[in-house]
């Protein structure tokens, strides 16, 4: 019964993560064309991962990994900070679902 509600909240989690990620690249798709979106979201996804390497062993960082981030990705693209801020948490959701399914893969084995 309890792996079954844990099941049914992974489910629930993976959908909305899928449905907020959509409406934010659909949003910035909207503002900085496909071909420059495309390209900030994979260096946004690799700043992201940096910054978990760079900060993994220091407890209550998250907020200076998401200011590193956004700083980079700020100066690198010359975007907004509410710009940045969007690509960084498309970025980390998206690196969510990847650990989510490699959890589930991982307890199914």
Do not use: P
């Not at 998401?66 to 010359?78: C, G, N, P, S, Y």
Request: charged share 30%; glycine share 4%; no cysteine.
């Amino acid at each position: 019964m309890r792996e079954a509600v844990m099941q049914a909240f992974v489910y629930i989690l993976q959908a909305l993560i899928v449905i907020v990620g959509g409406y934010i690249i659909a949003y910035l798709k909207a503002k900085v064309g496909q071909q420059k979106l495309n390209i900030v979201l994979k260096v946004a996804e690799q700043v992201v991962k940096a910054t978990e390497q760079i900060y993994a062993n220091v407890k209550g960082a998250g907020n200076n990994k998401k200011e590193l981030a956004v700083k980079f990705l700020m100066d690198r693209f010359k975007l907004t900070e509410k710009e940045a801020e969007m690509f960084v948490e498309a970025a980390v959701r998206e690196l969510k679902v990847l650990e989510l399914e490699a959890t589930k893969d991982i307890k199914q084995q």
